[in-house]
C-alpha cells in the first residue's frame, strides 16, 4: 500500500450509513494503493459494532469503535468528544496515517484542534463537508442562526474548511454555498462526490418481481408505488398520498412503503389508502427485491435551502433499477444530473397544479423489462459505486 487513509466520523446509533454507504466507496479505494482505517463514533450497540469491526479486520480495513456517552447530555457528548481527539491524536502520532478525512462537524472540529500535529506529520487533509447539516439544523431541527451554537459551530466550519487541502461535498450547489461565505477561492480545491451503489446489488430481476408480487398479493397489471426510507413531513408525505389518492380514482394501483418508522405510515393512512398500502420493514439486502416489484418510486424532499448540499441515495438506488421516479427540484444537483432522464418526473412544490401534473406522467409511463434496462443503463455513470469511487480518487489523487 502506498498511503494510508484515516476516515473519521460521527454518528448516531445506527451504523447503516457508514456500513451501506461510506465503507463500500472507502473499500473500493483499497485496490487503488490506499490502506483504509476508520475511527467512528457513535451510540450503536456495542455488539454490532464488534461485529462490524470483525468483518473489517478480515477485508484488511482497521476499525476503531468510540463509543458516544449519551448520559448527562451534554457533559457526556463533551466527554465523548475529548475520547475521540485523545484517540485520533494517538492515532496519527503513530505515524502511518498520510491522508485524514474527517466526515462533517463535529469530526472536522476536532481535527482542526489537532492541526499543528497534522502539519507536523505533513498529513493531506481532505474534509468530507457532506452536505449542508448546519443549516439542516435550521430548517429542520429548529435550531435559531442567532444561537451561540450555531454561529460557533459554522464559524468552525470555515476553519476547517480553509484549513484542509480538500473539501468533499455532495453538489456544485454545495460548493457555491462555501464560496459565497469563504470567497471563490475555494473553489479550486472543491470536489463534488457522489454517493454511489454498487449496480451487482441494486439491479432489476424479472424472477425477483414475479415472486415479491406474489407474496403481497399484486397482481401483475396493478401499477405499484414504492417509497424506501424514513418518513416524515420532510419526506414529502403528504404529497405522496395526495399522488396515490389521485391516481386510485383513474386506475388500479398499490402502495408499497418500506420504512422503519411503520407507525408513522400506519397512523396517517385513511381507509381509502390502507385497502391499498403495505408498510413493512425488510433487510437492506432484500431491498432491491422489492425494488424490482414496483413501477414507479417516490423521492419526494421538502426544498428547503439546506437540500441544495445533498444527494439524495435513493434516487440512485431506484434509478440503477430502472424505476420510473417521481423526485422535487431544489435537491442538490438534481435538476442538471437529471436534465437526460426523460423517466423522472421533476416535482415542482411551487407550482399550484403540480398533483395533475404527476398524474399526466404516471399515465404515460410504459415500463418494460428493456425500458427498464435503458433507464438503469443511463444511471450507472453517475449513480454507481464504481463513479463515487472514481470521483473520491480524482479529489485524493
Known amino acids: 500500500m502506498n498511503h494510508t487513509l484515516l476516515f473519521v466520523a460521527w454518528d448516531g446509533a445506527s451504523l447503516q450509513y457508514i456500513q451501506g454507504l461510506f465503507l463500500p466507496i472507502l473499500r473500493g479505494l ?22 462490524l469491526q470483525a468483518d473489517l479486520a478480515k477485508e484488511g480495513i ?11 447530555s451534554i457533559i457526556g457528548t463533551l466527554y465523548s468528544l475529548w475520547l475521540m481527539e485523545r484517540t485520533l491524536k494517538h492515532m ?20 482542526w484542534r489537532l492541526r499543528r500535529l497534522i502539519k507536523k506529520q505533513d498529513i493531506q487533509l481532505i474534509f468530507d463537508a457532506d452536505g449542508l447539516p448546519l443549516e439542516e439544523r435550521l430548517d429542520f431541527a429548529g435550531l435559531s442562526p442567532q444561537s451561540r451554537q450555531y454561529r460557533f459551530l459554522k464559524r468552525k466550519e470555515g476553519q476547517v474548511i480553509q484549513l484542509t487541502d480538500k473539501v468533499l461535498t455532495r453538489s456544485q450547489k454545495a460548493i457555491e454555498h462555501h464560496a459565497a461565505i469563504l470567497g471563490e477561492g475555494i473553489k479550486t480545491k472543491c470536489f463534488v462526490v457522489s454517493n454511489g451503489r454498487d449496480t451487482n446489488v441494486f439491479h432489476y430481476s424479472e424472477s425477483a418481481r414475479v415472486m415479491i408480487r406474489k407474496d403481497l398479493g399484486i397482481s401483475a397489471d396493478t401499477l405499484l408505488f414504492i417509497y424506501v426510507g424514513s418518513l416524515g413531513p420532510q419526506y414529502g408525505w403528504e404529497e405522496m398520498v395526495q399522488i396515490v389518492q389521485a391516481t386510485q380514482k383513474k386506475q388500479a394501483c398499490a402502495w408499497l412503503i418500506l420504512t422503519a418508522q411503520q407507525d408513522y405510515a400506519l397512523s396517517r393512512l385513511s381507509a381509502d389508502l390502507q385497502a391499498i398500502t403495505q408498510v413493512m420493514t425488510v433487510a437492506p439486502d432484500a431491498v432491491p427485491d422489492y425494488l424490482s416489484a414496483a413501477d414507479i ?101
Open 30 to 51: 483499497q485496490p487503488h494503493g490506499y490502506k483504509i482505517k476508520v475511527l467512528h463514533a457513535s451510540w450503536a450497540n456495542k455488539h454490532v459494532v464488534q461485529r
Open 62 to 72: 482497521g476499525y476503531v469503535p468510540i463509543q458516544i456517552k449519551r448520559q448527562f
Open 297 to 397: 418510486a417516490f423521492a419526494i424532499r421538502d426544498p428547503k435551502p439546506s437540500m441544495i448540499g445533498v444527494a439524495p441515495i435513493k434516487l440512485g438506488e431506484y434509478l440503477l433499477l430502472g424505476l420510473p421516479t417521481i423526485a422535487s427540484n431544489g435537491i442538490g444537483d438534481t435538476e442538471v444530473l437529471l436534465k437526460d432522464f426523460d423517466q423522472v418526473h421533476l416535482f415542482n412544490h411551487k407550482q399550484t397544479d403540480r398533483i395533475e401534473h404527476v398524474i399526466t406522467f404516471v399515465q404515460n409511463i410504459k415500463l418494460s423489462a428493456a425500458e427498464r434496462m435503458r433507464i438503469s443503463q443511463k444511471a450507472a455513470p453517475v449513480f454507481s459505486l464504481a463513479a463515487s469511487i472514481n470521483a473520491y480518487l480524482k479529489a485524493l489523487n
Open 92 to 111: 496519527l502520532q503513530a505515524g502511518d496515517i498520510t491522508h485524514l478525512m474527517p466526515r462533517s462537524t463535529l469530526p472536522g472540529l476536532i481535527t
